[in-house]
């Protein structure tokens, strides 16, 4: 009468079972979950942080091709001068946090 000859309660025992298994199997899913947010939160802060200057990278890189393309000898010039403003930030930046 029952699917392959089990009672009601093997059933029963059966499905229970069954709805442990898969209640385990969601808390291991949100545990992985868990684990790969935390694991790619760098990556995520980063790609934030380009995001929020996405208007400045631009700007400046537009900038950046016109100049180049008016003097091709301002190359040098202006590579040295963003490497000092670049470093400049970089030691305000640690000095404010202090």
Known sequence: MWENGMKKDELAARRHRFE???????????????????????????????????????????LLVTMLSRNKGRVGKLFKRSVVIYTMARRAKKMIGR
């Open 20 to 62: 442990q298994r898969i209640m385990q199997e969601r808390l291991q899913i949100t545990s992985a979950v868990r684990d790969w947010n935390e694991a790619t939160a760098p990556i995520d802060h980063a790609w934030r942080q380009i995001v929020h200057y996405k208007g400045p990278i631009l700007l400046g890189s537009g």
